[in-house]
């Protein structure tokens, strides 16, 4: 609380910011809680103003604007922001503008977006500058509405970028790396919804060690494969035999769409988050990321399955667009 | 069989050959039975000589020579070799001269230092070249007899030297990553032997999920920090909080020889395998590995172990030195 009050002010005020946030894979197959990727294929944008109300207002817009909760307490950017303000002991009101344009109950980190998003706003409407993992564990709570816990695998990239490994959670220490040029990622989004509290309530409490051992090998391959851009390592280590085949039973055509996947020439495939979104990763050296999603939506529909499918690239984090 | 046999005697073909083969520490923390790297510190010996006798032979010698199993069912050496003619149906007799320096019961990679060079030593007497993971493999079924189960972590850096991660066991796949030069090696070895097999026994079946994450997490970062030659990296992903701590137990002094590791210095310390041995990794832009490993010798010393202790780097892995 003394830190902020004392660097509160001392950058540029502003009353009014916009900032454009990326949607995100998590985990990856083993990194469960820990792995998490930027992805450029959907965006939301968070608008902040400061309102002279000592209260907080929440404006729902875009594709997925009436899909979100609408009470603060269940939406993942109030709570962030009502956490922000709390921990520094500063009280203003802040009028939150949420356009959702990333797809919710995906898995494809919405509700961290809006988090993040958020959370990277008021920074710098305040002026704080807080590092970029205190602004991590700040999102991160946000994500305890919908994830039932802080996490930091959606709001890590989301708000830094490129793929992350979340190194420890108490402290939060987010790690940046840049994803090869070769990567590129295809995602099928099935027309059916996973909420991420009933997806960790399925989990299991304890896990075999031997599985344990296997993940370490496997999550390290992928860490691996993206230092030495060798997409192909990446996408032998996306493999978990934990998390992944509870989730999967959620998922209709889960098989087949990782099965078609691979037969199109994706290196690896896992679930995304919670799902139900699937994920694959492609050297686009090898094969193009736009016939290995064509192949993913195809599997979906032999399952009955709408679904979206779509080629896309890892992306950078949230941006202000605008400050005034 | 039929890749032996077609292979057998194309490359050149020997009757004798040494190969020494290195100690190593296996898991670094977190990544139990999927790390491993080969450190400087002592060196094995392994004279095969084919025999006109369809049977194997044992003569042990060297500072640890009558510490060793003679029963070839026991001995790692015997038990590769055996393993490795039966694979690929060659009914040779061969003489094993084993030169034992590497401590034995001390986590430190001896048996698995047997087994390596071994198969390294038998693959090129009779010219067949196998790939290095066929050859890690079939060392890995020498450990069998230490460990109760066929492991890699410490033959796989024996034979390929530098860091090793164990990608997959079911085939067996291991990458080297050459470790960065400014890491270092400080090793603490107190006067108590701790057998692998009562070591693994006294394991915990189960693992609760939040704990796999943060060994994932990492696991992760010692990949990281070892691409990126951020030694403090490494040490900080050295903390694993499910079978250091049960195996802890059974090293006298544990918690204090981690500290004073790390008050001169080190940046991180964890039980170099099934233990006792505590092995520290140093920056040596920071500190001076021998500070470090005296620091810890005082540990043990505080405990009432005498203790031996060095300086060490990473190195090569088996080598042979002569062949006839």
Redesign the interface.
Known sequence: MATAARDLGEGEHHSAIRVEVPSTTANLG??????GMAIGAFWDAVELEECPKRSLELELSGKYGKSIPRKHDANSACLAVKHFLKKFGIERGIRIRLEKNIPVGKGLGSSGASAAGAIVGLDRLLGLGLPKDELVALAAFGESCSAGAPHADNVAPAILGGFV?????DPVRA?G?DPPPNLELAIAIPDIEISTKEARAI???????GE?????????????GL??GDVS?IG??MVDA??EPVRAKLIPGYDVVKRRALEAGACGVAISGSGPTMVAVVDNRVAKASDVAKAMAEGFSDAGLDCESLAARPCGGAKVVWMR
């Open positions: 083993p990194g469960f809680d820990v792995f490994l979340i190194q420890s959670y790690i790396i989990l299991p409490a304890q896990v075999p060690l344990v051992a296997r993940n370490i090998g496997r999550a390290s391959s992928i860490i691996l230092l030495r390592l032998s280590g934990i998390v």
